[in-house]
């Protein structure tokens, strides 16, 4: 079902994008993007605002190699590029004929691999994607969820989601395939994601294949590791919700697996938990809607390395 949802959101997002299509055949200069497109238009085509684009490509600047040669692609350009692709999950082809961006595809594959890594960089990405660090930020996180959700001891929802991927090779040491194939029989990374009530992503883990369960994704990550800390040094008010896929802990509350009574106590439990877990399950429908590159039906054919970098950054 959720599959079919995503589809049928995907068709009705690509028929509102024909006329950006049809736009694009016009003529073949090289537009301008931020003068030329409206705010709607700029948005379906690069999945985000002028402003929040001009504010990422200023972040960018210092970790991308500028150009030296007049043939060289200058940084705008290069970042727009990386998005059209990660917006669109399209082929490299496609993305390089692009109206606003007329480059070849061996240039599409470099702007891609180059963002990608400056989105990486620790500077970059620690400062948008980060689990609070101190108690002053826990307890922020903590009343926000308790003023949406009237849960106390909140301070994130934790669910895994597939990302499919090009296949390595059967006989690859580092990357064997067999790995890679998921319980619903196609390749992929299963990753870990961690988010607030506002569905903003707090931490990630993507460091295992789609054969991996949740439960030994969520045990061996650092996450773990700090919640359990703080529970055994007595900070017994914080803690995750996960589904049933994941161990119960004081650290981490699940469904009961049963379902309870009506109207019981345990009811109320279950329902109250289902309302609010279900951000995560939100937070990465979001996501994959806005970068379409992740969804099941447009899997990333890049290398694998590739493929992690961009999942850990977005």
């Known amino acids: 079902m959720d599959e079919l949802l995503h589809l049928n959101l995907l068709e009705e997002m690509e028929e509102a ?17 931020f003068a030329q497109l409206s705010n709607s238009m700029f948005l ?10 001009q504010f990422l490509i200023n972040s960018l600047k210092p970790y991308v190699t500028p150009s030296v040669r007049s043939t060289d692609l200058d940084i705008p350009l290069k970042v727009l590029v990386a998005l059209r692709f990660f917006a669109s999950g399209s082929y490299q082809m496609d993305v390089g004929s692009n109206y606003f961006l007329s480059v070849s595809q061996a240039s599409v594959s470099r702007c ?9 960089h620790p500077d970059i990405f620690n400062t948008w994607v980060k689990f609070p660090n101190n108690f002053e930020e826990l307890n922020a996180v903590r009343r926000r969820f308790f003023e949406q959700y009237n849960i106390p001891g909140i301070v994130g929802c934790i669910d895994c989601t597939h990302v499919a991927s090009f296949p390595p090779k059967i006989e690859d040491l580092e990357y064997p395939e067999y790995l890679y194939v998921n319980r619903k029989g196609y390749h992929s990374i299963n990753v870990q994601l961690v988010c607030d009530n506002a569905l ?14 949740d439960a030994f994704i969520w045990n061996n990550s650092n996450l773990q590791i700090l919640l359990r800390h703080l529970h055994m040094a007595g900070y017994k008010d914080y803690y995750l919700l996960g589904d049933s896929g994941y161990p119960l802990r004081t650290w981490l509350f699940t ?11 345990e009811y109320r439990y279950n329902t109250a938990h ?4 279900s951000i995560i399950e939100r937070c990465n429908g979001v996501l994959k809607m806005r970068f379409r590159c992740l969804l099941k039906h447009r899997w990333l054919a890049k290398s694998l390395m590739l493929v992690l970098s961009f999942i850990i950054y977005v």
């Open 44 to 53: 379906r085509i690069f999945r985000m605002s002028k402003e929040l684009c």
């Open 112 to 120: 891609i691999r180059e963002v990608t890594e400056a989105l990486n």
């Open 17 to 33: 994008e024909m006329d950006v299509e049809d736009f694009q055949m016009i003529e073949r200069p090289v537009g301008d993007p």
């Open 200 to 213: 903003k992503i707090m931490n990630v883990n993507a460091r295992y294949p789609g054969s991996t369960n």
């Open 274 to 277: 289902k309302s609010t877990r």
């Open 255 to 265: 469904l009961l697996e049963e379902e309870p009574v009506p109207n019981s106590p």
